[in-house]
């Protein structure tokens, strides 16, 4: 009887699980490919595929929706996301937690976003959704990605283009940094770097205006 080999995609999709699942379940032994292509691609034998051995381990592993926007002002953006995520993820048919943030996208000190990290470290979330990129972190998302890869989390962005609000965040966070930078170059000897900042400062807070 000759078997039906899939490729990875089409097996996971049968199992109903993400193609990175399959590769961890390879490295924990759970799942090997029956065989590889001359190219090294995977290629399973459906009719070996059972997809009720295997949710019950990933059932408890949480799915995590995480919105985030720079102030309380933006508060109808915030319920935006979450209307987003929480229709993306009820259509997926996923049990999910929405953690919602306030705060630049340059404070990694964020209470939703520590927790986010702990949970994620302590091997409590298989799956983080996310609307955009940046609303993880202006810079250093990558590393959150890092540590999703590293503890096996799945990670879904809905839209990978730019943010709608992206101008306006960045204006934000970039008035943060030279909030920062003035105060510690404020003083007599700083007069002419203070001016300098003043002025930028001016710059940035007209051009979030247009």
Same mark, same amino acid.
């Given at each position: 009887?000759?078997?039906?080999?899939?490729?990875i995609?089409?097996?996971?999709?049968?199992?109903?699980?993400?193609?990175?699942?399959?590769r961890?379940? #390879?490295?924990?032994?759970?799942? @090997?490919?029956?065989? =590889?292509?001359?190219?090294?691609? /995977?290629?399973? *034998? !459906?009719? $070996?595929?059972?997809?009720?051995?295997?949710?019950?381990? #990933?059932?408890?592993?949480?799915? @995590?929706?995480?919105? =985030?926007?720079?102030?309380?002002? /933006?508060?109808? *953006? !915030?319920? $935006?996301?979450?209307?987003?995520?929480?229709?993306?993820c009820?259509?997926?048919?996923?049990?999910?937690?929405?953690?919602?943030?306030?705060?630049?996208?340059?404070?990694?000190?964020?209470?939703?976003?520590?927790?986010?990290?702990?949970?994620?470290?302590?091997?409590?979330?298989?799956?983080?959704?996310?609307?955009?990129?940046?609303?993880?972190?202006?810079?250093?998302?990558?590393?959150?990605?890092?540590?999703?890869?590293?503890?096996n989390?799945?990670?879904?962005?809905?839209?990978?283009?730019?943010?709608?609000?992206?101008?306006?965040d960045l204006?934000?966070?970039?008035l943060e940094?030279?909030?920062?930078?003035?105060?510690?170059?404020?003083?007599?000897?700083?007069?002419?770097?203070?001016?300098?900042?003043?002025?930028?400062?001016?710059?940035?807070?007209?051009?979030?205006?247009?």
């Open positions: 009887m000759s078997r039906k080999m899939v490729s995609h089409e097996a996971a999709e049968f199992l109903g699980v993400a193609a990175q699942t399959l961890r379940w #390879e490295r924990e032994g759970k799942l @090997i490919p029956d065989e =590889r292509t001359p190219g090294g691609r /995977r290629r399973y *034998d !459906l009719a $070996r595929l059972r997809p009720e051995q295997f949710h019950a381990p #990933e059932s408890a592993l949480r799915t @995590i929706a995480y919105a =985030r926007v720079s102030s309380h002002d /933006r508060k109808e *953006d !915030l319920e $935006r996301q979450k209307q987003v995520l929480e229709l993306y009820a259509r997926q048919g996923w049990t999910f937690e929405v953690i919602a943030d306030w705060g630049s996208g340059m404070n990694y000190h964020k209470k939703g976003l520590k927790r986010l990290l702990d949970d994620m470290v302590e091997g409590r979330i298989g799956r983080l959704v996310i609307t955009h990129k940046d609303r993880l972190l202006r810079f250093g998302a990558e590393l959150v990605f890092a540590i999703c890869e590293a503890k989390v799945e990670v879904v962005i809905l839209n990978q283009g730019e943010d709608t609000t992206f101008e306006e204006a934000k966070d970039v940094i030279i909030t920062v930078f003035s105060a510690r170059l404020y003083g007599s000897r700083s007069r002419k770097n203070q001016k300098l900042l003043d002025g930028v400062k001016k710059a940035v807070e007209e051009s979030a205006l247009c």
